[in-house]
């Protein structure tokens, strides 16, 4: 995205909406595209998006939606912060409760809007919901008397750890919408795949896998929540807590 494009994206993520000064009054707003696009990308998958197809969904078109978003990308700036707002920052009180609660509103926001992990990176730009949700985050683990930097780290772990089993998530939801086929269908019918698992050459695997293994998996979500939050708690309770820093890429 082009400098100008971020400072554009900023102005309409932090700043309200002004209201178009030429042209007729029309039902349109801004919030109203944000809307319908949401609608699209959930119905459709985030690729399918375009704004001819958002304007065709508010019987507009294409050129009228201008008015209200400069383009695609700010647009999708505004889609992904407008989701952020469905969800609900993390409450005071003990922070493994707080870290939880603020993981937990996250899994729920991916698992209605699937696409959000195909636009969530990095570089886009942050808006005031998610930022606000974020804020809450570390005013949990506030008072535990980290560092900053390992306010910081605590609570990234957290989010970087929904992420990662939200895209896999993702990834289904989408190759299910392409193919048709369901993550169990497809799986089933890979019979010539299980004929490799023998004893000689994957032993710990046909072990799992006569055992049944693979048939009644834990939640991955539950189960690795769980795990990440016993992690963090053994690095607050420890007396001392060794600071590892990124390394400098040269």
Not at 4 to 14: E, F, G, K, Q, V
Not at 15 to 30: C, D, F, H, I, Y
Not at 181 to 204: C, I, K, Q, Y
Not at 244 to 250: F, G, H, Q, S
Request: charged share 25%; with cysteine; hydrophobic share 45%.
């Amino acid at each position: 995205m082009k400098q100008s494009d971020r400072d554009r994206s900023i102005r309409l993520l932090w700043e309200a909406p002004a209201e178009p000064t030429r042209g007729p009054k029309a039902a349109l707003s801004q919030s109203r595209v944000v809307e319908a696009a949401i609608k699209v990308a959930d119905a459709e998958g985030v690729d399918a998006l375009t704004m001819r197809r958002v304007a065709e969904t508010l019987g507009n078109t294409a050129m009228s939606l201008y008015r209200h978003v400069p383009g695609k990308a700010e647009l999708l700036d505004l889609m992904v912060d407008a989701v952020w707002g469905e969800t609900d920052p993390a409450p005071a009180g003990p922070w493994r409760e707080g870290l939880e609660f603020f993981a937990r509103q996250m899994w729920a926001m991916y698992r209605a809007h699937p696409w959000m992990l195909q636009l969530t990176t990095s570089r886009r730009m942050p808006g005031p919901q998610a930022m606000t949700r974020m804020d809450a985050a570390f005013a949990v683990v506030s008072e535990l008397g980290l560092r900053s930097e390992e306010i910081v780290a605590v609570v990234t772990t957290v989010a970087q750890f929904v992420d990662g089993v939200g895209r896999t998530m993702a990834d289904r939801v989408q190759a299910e919408r392409e193919t048709g086929v369901s993550e169990e269908d497809w799986w089933n019918g890979r019979e010539a795949l299980w004929e490799h698992f023998t004893p000689e050459r994957l032993p710990m695997m046909t072990h799992i896998w006569n055992s049944g293994g693979f048939e009644s998996p834990l939640d991955e979500f539950e189960f690795g929540l769980a795990r990440v939050l016993d992690g963090l708690a053994v690095f607050i309770d420890a007396e001392e807590r060794p600071l590892v820093r990124r390394e400098t890429c040269l």
